[in-house]
């Protein structure tokens, strides 16, 4: 089971950009899909989530700027990312776990990628 993250990169404060999650080795139907963060010396935070049946959630720091979308029948995930400050500039990782309900406990993700690095500049 492998999950792949790609789209980060550097960008100015203001701009956008899209990230990407494909997952393969297995259906992620009946699974809660979500992208989390971390910056360097903080904790792993979760920025939005979406169950299989498509109710999302977001962290507070992005809800009026991040879109979190999902296609079931393609195993993907996205998070368009618009109006980018320096303070979303940290490692992006998306994650699954077995669940209904939204997760938002890193510790409770039993799938992860790699990592995509955005680094947005004032």
């Known amino acids: 089971v492998q999950l792949q993250a790609s789209g980060g990169g550097l960008v100015q404060a203001g701009g956008s950009l899209r990230l990407s999650c494909a997952a393969s080795g297995r259906t992620f139907s009946g699974y809660v899909m979500s992208w989390f963060r971390q910056a360097p010396g903080k904790q792993r935070e979760l920025v939005a989530t979406?169950?299989?049946?498509?109710?999302?959630d977001y962290g507070r720091s992005v809800e009026d700027r991040f879109i979190i979308s999902r296609d079931n029948a393609r195993n993907t995930m996205d998070l368009q990312m618009n109006s980018l400050q320096p303070e979303d500039t940290a490692v992006y990782y998306c994650?699954?776990?077995?669940?209904?309900?939204?997760?938002?406990?890193?510790?409770?993700?039993?799938?992860w990628g790699q990592g995509t690095q955005v680094t947005v500049s004032s």
């Open positions: 994650a699954a776990a077995r669940s209904s309900r939204f997760l938002h406990s890193a510790t409770l993700y039993e799938y």
């Open positions: 979406v169950t299989s049946g498509g109710r999302i």
